[in-house]
């Protein structure tokens, strides 16, 4: 990988999260969690600096982007918090789908949450590849799960790909969440849950 994401640049437990192939035009992404030691601090309040990194069908490095996330909603840290891209799909056109997540445990788990939201890109369709110029996003879907006394759907996705086309055009897209091994207490275990999304 480039030496700017060298194990010495990665935050802790964010590295290398989301992985996706382009078949169309033979080239791997993928990114980090959240931004490099070199391009900011971990779970900063104005967001994370990302670098997406291609590969051709070789695991040789060809072309970088910078991606900017939204800002964290909450700067509460509650007993876990997570945010960051934890997923990415390429979709027939070159374009890419990236997921970014923020999720917050609550000190006593009721009032914890996760948001999620979709942004499209388009890495190959940038006119001039500007080393250091965000690319544009464009928001597909966002949803919040939850844990309280009346919603108990907590759920936090961190795998994504393409599913089957449907019969009348629309593609889908699959979600799965990652239960951390039913993490919760005597009261409440997480779940995996897979979600279906059309487009």
């Known amino acids: 990988v480039p030496a700017a994401f060298d194990s010495n640049h990665i935050h802790n437990n964010y590295g290398f999260e ?10 791997f992404w993928s990114t980090t969690e959240q931004n490099t030691k070199s391009d900011g601090e971990k779970n900063a309040p104005s967001g994370c600096m990302l670098r997406l990194q291609s590969y051709n069908k070789e695991g040789v490095p060809v072309n970088q982007y910078i991606y900017h996330t939204d800002k964290p909603t909450t700067k509460k840290k509650g007993s876990t918090y997570a945010f960051g891209v934890s997923a990415m799909t390429a979709l027939e056109d070159g374009s890419l789908l990236l997921l970014e997540r923020e999720f917050y445990v609550a000190p006593r788990y ?39 006394l ?18 009348d055009g629309r593609r889908t897209l699959l979600l799965i969440s ?19 999304i059309t487009f």
Request: aromatic share 10%; net charge positive.
């Open 18 to 27: 989301p992985l996706t192939y382009d078949a169309k035009n033979g080239l």
């Open 110 to 148: 009721i009032g914890s949450w996760v948001n999620h939201r979709i942004y499209r890109i388009n890495p190959l369709g940038e006119t001039v590849q500007a080393k250091e110029t965000p690319l544009k996003k464009e928001l597909v879907t966002e949803f919040k799960t939850t844990l309280n």
């Open 150 to 167: 009346l919603s108990q759907n907590l759920a936090n996705y961190e795998g994504m790909c393409l599913g089957p086309q449907l019969q």
């Open 178 to 196: 990652d239960s951390q091994d039913n993490y919760g207490n005597r009261l409440y275990k997480m779940k995996d849950y897979i979600q279906v």
